[in-house]
């Protein structure tokens, strides 16, 4: 079991840049692949991007292909989501979860854990 806790959210202008991280609980995190998604109000959660257990692999939503970047620290038990040029439709509630297995998957089902999340305000 790994308990999940992100940061980093905020208020920005819409160019601007946010880092968020996700620090996980326990010994065992690289053998979970790591997701963030996102919930905007009135709005389903969404995939917004996957990386895969040490880092090899990783996918993007393709809005935001070329403005955000997974990364993780499993020495740091730590994944992250550096945000650049972010966009009002950027605007959400932003989620870390994680699950055990090799791939990194689009939908919410397949991910057992879930932090509480972070709002991300981006004014236009």
């Known amino acids: 079991q790994v308990q999940l806790v992100e940061s980093g959210g905020g208020l920005v202008q819409a160019g601007g840049s946010l880092r968020l991280s996700c620090a996980a609980s326990g010994r065992t995190f690289s053998s979970y692949v790591m997701g963030w998604f996102r919930q905007a109000p009135g709005k389903e959660r969404e995939f917004v991007a996957g990386i895969s257990r040490f880092g090899s692999n990783t996918d993007y939503t393709d809005s935001v292909k070329g403005r955000f970047t997974i990364s993780r620290d499993n020495e740091k038990n730590t994944v992250y989501l550096q945000m650049n040029r972010l966009r009002p439709e950027d605007t959400a509630v932003y989620y870390c979860?994680?699950?055990?297995?090799?791939?990194?998957?689009?939908?919410?089902?397949?991910?057992?854990?879930w932090g509480q999340g972070t709002q991300v305000t981006v004014s236009s």
């Open positions: 979860a994680a699950r055990i297995g090799q791939s990194i998957v689009v939908l919410t089902a397949f991910y057992a854990y």
